[in-house]
């Protein structure tokens, strides 16, 4: 039950038209609402509520004002007005906001997005749903008119387009969506998106984004000390992914051996190497490759099959898919030595499921990224500026524009608290822990790695009936790499499921499952076993 103080929104004027109501109770704030709120949004806020659910069987419901549709005048009651309803067939761009008289219109369309929004987002989270509508390319392309047109579309077309662009877009929100490290949608998480979008600012100066720089600041010293760097001290960034944040970090590892490069270049240097695990993310030979160090200069450290390197050369190397395991105080040992780390590369938008994108860089050494990359540009960073500089984090940045990532993750860690985070991640591993146990002895199940998963990725192939008992090892090689991508093939056309397959070295293709859905439960890798075998028994 909401507060007293949250149902007396509006109650002085809702108590002559509820009868003998209280005004604090929500049926009469709700039809407070209704009428002080345009274009039916009182209403349809109502209806979400499911207001008047728990009163008795048989109690007739209060009469509710009659709904607008949307795009009529917004009254809301019976009027004279002479506002003929809004038809977006008739309507453009250029008659919204900030086009004279357009606030009405504005709301009234925006009112219709987000009804579209709304919409797809219950969907999502239903398991009755499809994952996917899958169509191959060429379909997709000749299903509806995507191409550019000189004269400008209604907003009929747009909304159109904005219905079929969701229709035919992966539900990444879905319970059985596994198919990459990025699952589930947090909606505390989405409306920070959508704020972060409306305030529309850059992150490079405290003068136009004080609060979310403010934010940032807070937040990367919380993750910081979590790492276990004294005090909090340190640096970081929010990057565009943690592809980004890696490269981010050679380019300091080598500008703290050689500063001169800044200036002089790769040809003032010597022949640099990067040691790297031989199972490490591609991003370390794609930033050798952008830094000029070249990928032929990326040294790679053979590794056992749980990815440790020989004689721990890089024990406290993290990759940017672990970090969330700090927020776990039960899985947070498989990341000791972490805090010996020079930087440290964080991805909230994985195992935290924080909306795309939240990428974070962490640096020990305060002061480095500044020296590294800051160019003086008189027109953004003046040094006579009436607040403290330091604030002014664009000038450390690689970008000049760069997107307000941090408040979906502090909104979050607002909302859930550090516990809930942990109670999240220790949910994703626990399921993890259950897939494993359920296929390591069933039958037509292998493991690529022996014993227990040490996060939640989990590797097995499915070997169907006509291939389980081959005796000729190399034809079942050969007919078990094709399975794989057959299954994958099917749950995109059924639309059931989705995960992902890959090889590794000379071991064919297996599934990769990777948990990281909150919305997923025991139920749902179930069903992802159960649907494994119907879609491949025939192979």
């Known amino acids: 039950m909401a507060s007293q103080g949250f149902w007396s929104l509006g109650g002085d004027n809702a108590g002559a038209n509820t009868g003998n109501q209280s005004p604090s109770t929500?049926?009469?704030?709700?039809?407070?609402?209704?009428?002080?709120?345009?274009?039916?949004?009182?209403?349809?806020?109502?209806?979400?509520?499911?207001?008047?659910?728990?009163?008795?069987?048989?109690?007739?419901?209060?009469?509710?004002?009659?709904?607008?549709?949307?795009?009529?005048?917004?009254?809301?009651?019976?009027?004279?007005?002479?506002?003929?309803?809004?038809?977006?067939?008739?309507?453009?761009s250029?008659?919204?906001?900030?086009?004279?008289?357009?606030?009405?219109?504005?709301?009234?369309?925006?009112?219709?997005?987000?009804?579209?929004?709304?919409?797809?987002?219950?969907?999502?989270?239903?398991?009755?749903?499809?994952?996917?509508?899958?169509?191959?390319?060429?379909?997709?392309?000749?299903?509806?008119?995507?191409?550019?047109?000189?004269?400008?579309?209604?907003?009929?077309?747009?909304?159109?387009?904005?219905?079929?662009?969701?229709?035919y877009a992966i539900k990444t929100a879905h319970p059985r969506y596994f198919n990459q490290l990025s699952t589930g949608l947090d909606m505390v998480g989405l409306a920070a998106d959508w704020l972060t979008s409306t305030a529309n600012t850059n992150m490079f100066t405290y003068e136009v984004a004080p609060v979310f720089v403010l934010l940032e600041y807070v937040t990367l010293k919380k993750m910081r000390e979590i790492i276990g760097w004294p005090d909090g001290r340190g640096d970081g960034i929010f990057s565009p992914g943690g592809a980004i944040s890696n490269m981010y970090a050679m380019l300091l590892a080598r500008f703290k051996m050689f500063p001169e490069v800044k200036e002089k270049g790769m040809s003032s240097v010597p022949r640099l190497v990067a040691f790297t695990s031989e199972h490490s993310h591609f991003s370390i030979k794609k930033g050798a490759a952008a830094l000029g160090i070249g990928t032929e200069s990326v040294i790679c450290?053979?590794?056992?099959?749980?990815?440790?390197?020989?004689?721990?050369?890089?024990?406290?190397i993290q990759g940017a898919?672990?970090?969330?395991?700090?927020?776990?105080?039960?899985?947070?040992?498989?990341?000791?030595?972490?805090?010996?780390?020079?930087?440290?590369?964080?991805?909230?938008?994985?195992?935290?499921?924080?909306?795309?994108q939240c990428s974070a860089l962490l640096v020990r050494e305060e002061g480095l990224m500044q020296?590294?990359?800051?160019?003086?540009?008189?027109?953004?960073?003046?040094?006579?500026?009436?607040?403290?500089?330091?604030?002014?984090?664009?000038?450390?940045?690689?970008?000049c524009g760069r997107h307000v990532d941090i408040f979906k993750l502090w909104l979050m860690w607002r909302a859930k608290g550090t516990i809930g985070f942990e109670a999240q991640i220790d949910k994703c591993l626990e399921l993890s822990e259950y897939l494993y146990n359920k296929i390591k002895d069933r039958e037509g199940y292998e493991m690529v790695f022996?014993?227990?998963?040490?996060?939640?990725?989990?590797?097995?192939?499915?070997?169907?009936p006509g291939i389980r008992y081959m005796e000729d090892k190399e034809e079942k090689k050969k007919h078990l790499h094709k399975v794989a991508p057959v299954i994958k093939a099917r749950m995109m056309e059924y639309g059931t499921t989705m995960v992902s397959?890959?090889?590794?070295?000379?071991?064919?293709?297996?599934?990769?499952?990777?948990?990281?859905?909150?919305?997923a439960t025991f139920q749902d890798i179930d069903f992802l076993i159960e649907e494994i075998e119907r879609l491949g028994q025939d192979l």
């Open 26 to 92: 929500p049926r009469a704030w709700c039809q407070a609402a209704a009428q002080k709120l345009s274009g039916g949004i009182g209403s349809k806020l109502c209806a979400l509520l499911n207001v008047g659910e728990g009163e008795k069987p048989g109690e007739p419901a209060a009469k509710q004002p009659p709904e607008t549709a949307a795009g009529t005048c917004g009254c809301n009651k019976s009027c004279n007005c002479t506002k003929a309803p809004l038809v977006f067939s008739d309507l453009y």
């Open 94 to 167: 250029t008659d919204l906001l900030p086009a004279m008289d357009g606030d009405t219109k504005t709301m009234t369309f925006l009112q219709e997005v987000v009804d579209i929004l709304l919409a797809y987002i219950v969907e999502s989270f239903d398991r009755e749903t499809k994952v996917i509508d899958f169509h191959y390319p060429n379909e997709l392309l000749q299903m509806n008119n995507w191409e550019l047109q000189d004269e400008p579309a209604t907003l009929d077309d747009i909304l159109i387009s904005c219905r079929a662009t969701l229709k």
């Open 301 to 316: 450290i053979k590794a056992d099959e749980r990815c440790t390197c020989i004689e721990n050369l890089l024990k406290v």
């Open 321 to 356: 898919w672990g970090g969330s395991l700090l927020m776990s105080r039960r899985h947070r040992w498989k990341l000791d030595g972490v805090e010996r780390a020079n930087s440290v590369t964080w991805n909230p938008h994985k195992m935290m499921s924080v909306p795309l």
């Open 371 to 399: 020296n590294c990359n800051q160019m003086h540009a008189c027109y953004l960073f003046q040094q006579d500026k009436h607040y403290d500089l330091s604030y002014d984090t664009g000038d450390k940045a690689l970008q």
């Open 450 to 464: 022996d014993g227990k998963p040490q996060h939640t990725n989990v590797c097995f192939w499915y070997l169907p």
């Open 501 to 519: 397959y890959q090889p590794q070295g000379d071991k064919v293709n297996f599934f990769r499952m990777v948990i990281s859905n909150p919305a």
